[in-house]
């Protein structure tokens, strides 16, 4: 695809750091294996640039949307969560909604956190773009949404035969990483953007010498995102077994020897939230996170408890999702 050449919702109007100072929110009740819903919604909370913009209720004061509404669904929810500090609510709001988010999500069964977190993006998503249903796929990468979450890949594939270069870009709103190979964060990333080599089978039809050459083809971020959400891949589809490995990941990281190109100073991140899943499968066992809330402090947010912890513990644990924040 090609990348968006004007913008549904302004990227300026992104604003990353939290607008409002208050005290944590509460904690969210189980309503039977809600885990993995109360996990992310946590984490979707403590997202400056998402929480800034529902909290200002931009969206609910223009939607029109007479059915189903998951922006508005998620400012009400922000809402009640951060006004119920020192206790807990019911996520009845988004757990009534679950069928609408995914109609295979069935209530009172586990589901995939990594899962859920991409349909609850892309609910957010079809409820930015329900009124310009027409705009094209380009154009559909920059909504608000996508302006906080959204960042491009480029795939590039080099002819080994006449060295001709041929790119292509994909938006994502997250990035999934092998960590088969890797214990650390940054090793993970590297292996994301090691090339990979096309031939025998996978030979690459090349449009400027018309051979079938060999060829080497490239994945590198492009345009990085404002929220950064990595998903560790820890449960293989074809064994269905977990890899419970530690993974060590850093507090501000760098990006820039994962960018295609870097103009000017490379993008840093800070972490602002992990998710964790405990157990030996993703629909079995139990998932928590741990989130930095506006005052500054961290907290583990494990279904209806919020304590507060270091920074110390947060960088200990097995991950599950990482949501990076891009400093200022
Ligand atoms: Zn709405
Ligand atoms: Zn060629």
Same mark, same amino acid.
């Given at each position: 695809m090609a990348l968006? #050449?004007?913008?549904?919702?302004?990227?300026?109007?992104?604003?990353?750091?939290? !607008?409002?100072?208050?005290?944590?929110?509460?904690?969210?009740?189980?309503?039977?294996?809600?885990?993995?819903?109360?996990?992310?919604? !946590?984490?979707?909370?403590?997202?400056?640039? /998402?929480?800034?913009?529902?909290?200002?209720?931009?969206?609910?004061?223009?939607?029109?949307?007479?059915?189903?509404?998951?922006?508005?669904?998620?400012?009400?929810?922000?809402? #009640?969560?951060?006004?119920?500090?020192?206790?807990?609510?019911?996520?009845? $709001? %988004?757990?009534?909604?679950?069928?609408?988010?995914?109609?295979?999500?069935?209530?009172?069964?586990?589901?995939?956190?990594?899962?859920?977190?991409?349909?609850?993006?892309?609910?957010?998503?079809?409820?930015?773009?329900?009124?310009?249903?027409?705009?094209?796929?380009?154009?559909?990468?920059?909504?608000?949404?996508?302006?906080?979450?959204?960042?491009f890949l480029r795939s590039r594939v080099t002819c080994?035969?006449?060295?001709a270069v041929s790119d292509t870009y994909e938006?994502?709103?997250?990035?999934?990483?092998?960590?088969?190979?890797?214990?650390?964060?940054?090793?993970?990333?590297?292996?994301?953007?090691?090339?990979?080599?096309?031939?025998?089978?996978?030979?690459y039809?090349c449009s400027k010498?018309? !051979?079938?050459?060999?060829a080497s083809k490239r994945l590198t971020i492009h345009r990085?995102?404002?929220?950064?959400?990595?998903?560790?891949?820890?449960?293989?589809?074809?064994?269905?077994?977990?890899?419970?490995?530690?993974?060590? +990941?850093?507090?501000?990281?760098?990006?820039?020897?994962?960018?295609s190109e %870097?103009?000017?100073?490379?993008?840093? +991140?800070?972490?602002?939230?992990?998710?964790?899943? #405990?157990?030996?499968?993703?629909?079995?066992?139990?998932? +928590?996170?741990?989130?930095?809330?506006?005052?500054?402090?961290? +907290?583990?947010?494990?279904?209806?408890?919020?304590?507060?912890?270091?920074?110390?513990?947060?960088?200990?644990?097995?991950?599950? /999702? $990482?949501?990076?924040?891009?400093?200022?």
């Open positions: 968006p #050449e004007r913008d549904l919702f302004p990227p300026q109007k992104i604003c990353m750091a939290w !607008q409002q100072r208050r005290s944590v929110g509460g904690g969210l009740c189980n309503l039977g294996n809600t885990c993995f819903l109360n996990s992310v919604l !946590q984490c979707l909370t403590y997202t400056p640039p /998402l929480a800034n913009y529902l909290l200002s209720h931009e969206h609910s004061r223009s939607c029109k949307e007479q059915g189903f509404c998951m922006m508005c669904t998620m400012e009400g929810h922000i809402e #009640e969560v951060l006004s119920c500090s020192g206790s807990a609510i019911e996520p009845t $709001l %988004v757990v009534n909604a679950l069928p609408r988010i995914g109609e295979h999500f069935q209530l009172g069964a586990q589901e995939d956190a990594h899962e859920f977190f991409c349909y609850a993006v892309d609910a957010m998503q079809r409820a930015c773009l329900s009124r310009s249903s027409d705009w094209d796929t380009s154009c559909q990468a920059s909504t608000v949404i996508h302006q906080v979450f959204g960042g080994l035969s006449c060295q938006a994502f709103l997250a990035i999934p990483l092998d960590i088969k190979a890797a214990s650390s964060l940054t090793g993970a990333l590297e292996d994301f953007v090691k090339p990979e080599q096309l031939d025998g089978e996978n030979g039809k010498c018309e !051979q079938l050459a060999a990085s995102s404002n929220v950064l959400t990595l998903c560790l891949k820890r449960f293989d589809a074809f064994s269905g077994r977990k890899i419970n490995k530690v993974v060590r +990941y850093p507090e501000y990281l760098d990006l820039g020897a994962y960018m %870097v103009a000017g100073e490379a993008p840093l +991140y800070s972490l602002y939230a992990v998710l964790v899943h #405990e157990g030996s499968g993703c629909q079995t066992g139990h998932y +928590y996170c741990f989130v930095k809330a506006s005052d500054g402090c961290w +907290y583990e947010m494990n279904d209806d408890s919020v304590v507060l912890c270091d920074i110390k513990t947060v960088l200990r644990q097995r991950a599950y /999702l $990482l949501f990076y924040a891009r400093r200022e």
